[in-house]
């Protein structure tokens, strides 16, 4: 056991120099590949992501699930990093009838900030019914959103309704 301990180590240290060594002397396109992975995602994600400072939450009522996403400026590290993950995987939001709103300026004073009272970056979950199902003060992934709205008893009735010819 001893020994493959250090031939492990050896295997992990040269295949992360080499995947170093790629990305240096991979040809500069001028763009991050960061930006590129949000670039290559479907460009729809502006019916999905919205303004939430002028918004009637019962206009959504019933036909829509609600993550509201909160800080106090754009600039927020963990706004701009909620954003990146949800730009990532959009299509599982839209399966789930999701519809994301922002809101990044606490000076305006919305319905949505009177309603949730966020202190800062605030992730919250509204199911169809409008209950505030979740509310989170640090950036969560699409994977575990998801995973979130599965176990909503309506979201169980969703998916038990579309296996049913």
Do not use: C
Not at 20 to 35: K, L, R, V, W
């Amino acid at each position: 056991m001893k020994h493959r301990l250090p031939l492990v180590l050896t295997a992990f240290l040269a295949a992360s120099g080499s995947l170093a060594q790629t990305i240096e002397t991979a040809p500069d396109t001028g763009a991050n590949p960061a930006s590129e992975s949000i670039a290559a995602a479907p460009e729809n994600t502006s019916e999905l992501i919205q303004s939430g400072l002028n918004v009637d939450v019962d206009e959504y009522l019933w036909r829509n699930r609600l993550v509201v996403v909160f800080a106090d400026t754009e600039r927020d590290p963990r706004f701009v990093q909620q954003m990146d993950l949800i730009e990532a995987f959009p299509d599982a939001l839209r399966t789930r009838d999701v519809v994301v709103l922002t809101d990044t300026d606490p000076a305006a004073k919305s319905a949505m900030r009177k309603k949730l009272r966020p202190r800062g970056f605030m992730l919250a979950l509204m199911g169809k019914d409008g209950v505030v199902y979740l509310r989170k003060p640090a950036p969560w992934s699409v994977r575990e959103i998801s995973a979130s709205i599965d176990k909503n008893p309506l979201r169980q009735q969703e998916i038990r309704d579309r296996r049913q010819p």
